[in-house]
Each structure stands twice: as structure tokens, then as C-alpha cells.
């Protein structure tokens, strides 16, 4: 068994109550607590790892399937003790109005977990009751486990929610007051990420302060423990090369945006994973075939990268002589003539696109259906493919041959977006590779013909 955290809407403390919980059962369980998080989102489990000392699993039935979501749930269920699904947004927010594909009740119908649903208790009391009963009876095929009070005022407010909720028969599983010991700042796409926090353990030790004084343990932990069936492999073995492609992975303050899963994919196919640093080392790792520049937040780190002269001439020589690349939006960023920042300072970076990126105040987020227009070390043409979008920049030129003609999940916006020179793959979407490995198989071949070819 495990439990999904749900909220009531998006800002309702769902991610403190997540990681309080993590907290105090890593501290009990250290490196047997597994935690999934339901969405495309990178930077929340960043946190969940750096409180368990597991890496985090995405599930999202878009990115992927929802026979893959079911089987990475067990798969990575089996070597844990305890297990935790934090929810995204409200609990019936899927990717339209119209039903709730790819929510969090979605993912819990399919995993047939119960839900602790978390409430914003702030300016309320007997209204609760309306709220809980609402969500708990909105779709009768979810079992729900009991309620997270949050922002809780007083005793007497306590008093008072206890009264309002008492004729609805569910557990009240936590109590959280109103408090300001625990803050985790954000920047302009969410929570600023775990390597920039050198304060983040002393929250740690006050979440798991939290999660060991304000739930009820008794009723909660028989629910996180986890046993079930094992799955099918996630991945279908198949033959290693004999001499594996070394992959050199953009990892550090600046590109930290990756899926667990496709880094296990890469290796299980047959890459060898070399992390470097395009902040701080001075060169590229030595004997790579292929280069992955993830997404993250270049734009923060854009002085520093462009003052890294040595590595940006490193990578656009290696580009330039046909080294097969993935670059993924912070990735894409790099690869621009320049960055130009909130404060419109422009900063050179590798200069292998031709084209600046700017960055502004308009987001642009969501799921993307992609049909590629041109051929790549990972696509080829006329393959279609889902991905997601979350960035604050946009490009000031845009190639004569985009890589992809995109539309959202509607099918109401229409775009095109991409690039594809030399042996590069450079694109915005971000990719889930658990939904198309076969992109990895193609990546892989292309590395070992780049590693096997002179140029």
C-alpha cells in the first residue's frame, strides 16, 4: 500500500506536508521510503531526494502511458519499504476542464491508492466540512484515507474544524498550525533547486520535526508501507554494446533538470554516463561520443557560463565535428549565440545556433504534441511524440526549418519550434524517454557511428 497527497488547489501546502512526511520516515527509514511525484515537474523531486536519498519518480500518463505509470510505481515499490505519491495542483486538475486525465485523482484510480487530501483550513471553519465533502464525493471510484488540517489557527479554530468535520467520518491524519519556520524561497519557475540551498538540511530538520509531531503515525504508516507484486521490467533487456558510448551529462547549478528514468534508461541501453560541469570544469570529459544538455536555469548562471570561455569553445568544436547532442531547453539556451538576462545583460554562450535567447516575463507551460520535421540523432522526420514546455525565454530568431510543428493538448495552439544542425537536437520540449525508447536506441546508434567514424 501507499498514499497519494493530494490538495483542494494548488498552494495549499501539499508539498510541505509531502516532504514532513518524507522527513520523519527517512529519519526512522533511511534510503527505504520511495517517493513519486504525479506531473512533469523536475524541481519538486529534487526535494523528496534530497530528504530520502532516492531518486524521485515522475508519473504522467502524457509523457508516457498509463501502463508505463503503473509499472514504474511497482517497479521502484519493490526495493522500498515505505511509499508516497505527492499530487499536482487540485486534486481533479488534469490537463483539461473537460476531465481529469493526467490529474492526481487520475494517477490514484489507476495505482488504486487511497488519499490523504490536505486543506487550507486559513479563514474558514464549519465551510471545511462543505469543502471535504465535496472533494470526497465528487468521484465515488476514490477511497480517500483522511484529511491534512493546514494553517491552523488556534485550539479553539482546531475545536471548531474538529466539530465541522465530525458527522463525515474520516480521519483526521495531521494538524499543521500557521507557521514561518519553514521556507523554501522560488524563483520565476518554482522552487529555486536543492544545490543552491546550503541552509535546506536546517529545514529538513524542521520538517521532520513537523512530520513526527503533527501526524497521526499510528493510522498513516500501515498506509505508506509498501508491497506489492513485482512488475514487468520497465525497460526489456537487450544487447549491450560490447564498448558502451560514453554520454557526457551537463550537470550542475546551472543544468539540473533531469527524469530519473532517463538516466536509468540511458545506462540500461547501453550508454556509460559521464556528468561535467559547463560552470566549473575547464574541459570536456575525455573519450565522449555524445553530449546531453539538460534544462535548468542558465540564465541565473550567465555570467559565470559565458565567463567559462575554454568549455564554451570545447562544445561547439565537439558540435562542429559532428558529436551527436541533445539539448533541452536550459540546453538550447547554452547553445545560443547569447543569453540575454531579466536585466538585459546578454552574455555569450556557444554560439553553435544562430539566435538569441531573451528572456521575459510570459511564461510558456504545457503539454505539447510534436511531429517532427526534420530527422536527428534521436527523432526522424514525421515521428510524433508528447512533451512539455515550461520556460520564461523565447528565441529572437527562429530557424528557416523548424525541427517541429507543435500544438497543445487541445489542439487550439499551433507552432512550430526546434533546431537540427549539425548532429544537434535542440528543442524547448522537454522529453519523458520512458514514453519513446526508441529515441534512446536511435541516440545510442548515432554515438557509437560518431564514435567509430572519424571527422
Not at 486525465?101 to 490536505?118: D, E, F, K, Q
Not at 474544524?161 to 494538524?175: E, T
Request: negative net charge; glycine residues 8%.
Amino acid at each position: 500500500m501507499a498514499v497519494v497527497i493530494a490538495g483542494e488547489r494548488s498552494g495549499v501546502g501539499k508539498t510541505t506536508v509531502t516532504l514532513a512526511l518524507l522527513a520523519a520516515l527517512s529519519r526512522r527509514y533511511p534510503k527505504q521510503v520511495q517517493s513519486f511525484k504525479v506531473g512533469p515537474d523536475y524541481i519538486d523531486p529534487m526535494f523528496h531526494q534530497f530528504v530520502t536519498g532516492r531518486a524521485c519518480r515522475n508519473l504522467d500518463p502524457v509523457l508516457t502511458s498509463e501502463a508505463y505509470v503503473a509499472e514504474c510505481f511497482q517497479q521502484h515499490c519493490q526495493t522500498a519499504d515505505y511509499a508516497l505519491v505527492e499530487g499536482v495542483m487540485g486534486l481533479f486538475d488534469g490537463v483539461t476542464g473537460k476531465d481529469d486525465w493526467a490529474s492526481t485523482a487520475h494517477v490514484a484510480r489507476l495505482l488504486g491508492l487511497p488519499i490523504v487530501l490536505v486543506v487550507n483550513c486559513s479563514s474558514t471553519s464549519r465551510s471545511i466540512a462543505a469543502i471535504v465533502h465535496g472533494y470526497t464525493t465528487f468521484d465515488p471510484r476514490l477511497t480517500f484515507a483522511g484529511v491534512v488540517l493546514n494553517r491552523v489557527g488556534s485550539d479553539r479554530h482546531l475545536e471548531l474544524l474538529h466539530d465541522a468535520l465530525a458527522p463525515l467520518n474520516l480521519p483526521i491524519l495531521g494538524v499543521l498550525r500557521r507557521q514561518d519556520q519553514i521556507t523554501i524561497p522560488d524563483r520565476h519557475l518554482g522552487l529555486i533547486p536543492t544545490a543552491e540551498l546550503p541552509q535546506l538540511n536546517t529545514v529538513v530538520d524542521h520538517l521532520a520535526h513537523l512530520g513526527e509531531t503533527c501526524f497521526h503515525w499510528e493510522t498513516l504508516l500501515p498506509l505508506l508501507s509498501s508491497c506489492f507484486p513485482p512488475p514487468l521490467p520497465l525497460f526489456p533487456s537487450s544487447p549491450l554494446p560490447l564498448t558502451p558510448p560514453r554520454l557526457a551529462i551537463a550537470r550542475d547549478r546551472a543544468f539540473s533538470f533531469y527524469y530519473a528514468d532517463n538516466l536509468d534508461l540511458l545506462r540500461s541501453t547501453g550508454f556509460e554516463l559521464v556528468e561535467w560541469s559547463p560552470l566549473d570544469d575547464r574541459s570536456l570529459p575525455e573519450n565522449i561520443q555524445g553530449l546531453y544538455l539538460g534544462g535548468g536555469f542558465p540564465e541565473v548562471f550567465a555570467a559565470a557560463l559565458s565567463d567559462n570561455q575554454t568549455v564554451r569553445n570545447a562544445v561547439k568544436a565537439a558540435i562542429a565535428a559532428g558529436m551527436p547532442t541533445y539539448a533541452e531547453c536550459g540546453g538550447l539556451m547554452y547553445l545560443c549565440d547569447r543569453i540575454v538576462d531579466f536585466e538585459a545583460k546578454a552574455y555569450p554562450m556557444v554560439g553553435i545556433l544562430p539566435t538569441t535567447a531573451q528572456m521575459g516575463k510570459r511564461l510558456t507551460l504545457g503539454y505539447r504534441q510534436a511531429i517532427a520535421q526534420r530527422s536527428t540523432p534521436l527523432v526522424t522526420a514525421g515521428e510524433c511524440l508528447w512533451g512539455h514546455e515550461f520556460h520564461r525565454s523565447s528565441l529572437e530568431a527562429q530557424p528557416d526549418q523548424p525541427l517541429f510543428a507543435m500544438q497543445n493538448y487541445e489542439g487550439t495552439l499551433h507552432q512550430t519550434e526546434g533546431w537540427q544542425r549539425f548532429r544537434v537536437h535542440a528543442s524547448y520540449l522537454h522529453l519523458h524517454f520512458g514514453g519513446n525508447p526508441k529515441l534512446v536506441q536511435r541516440w545510442l546508434q548515432q554515438c557509437q557511428q560518431y564514435g567509430a567514424t572519424p571527422f
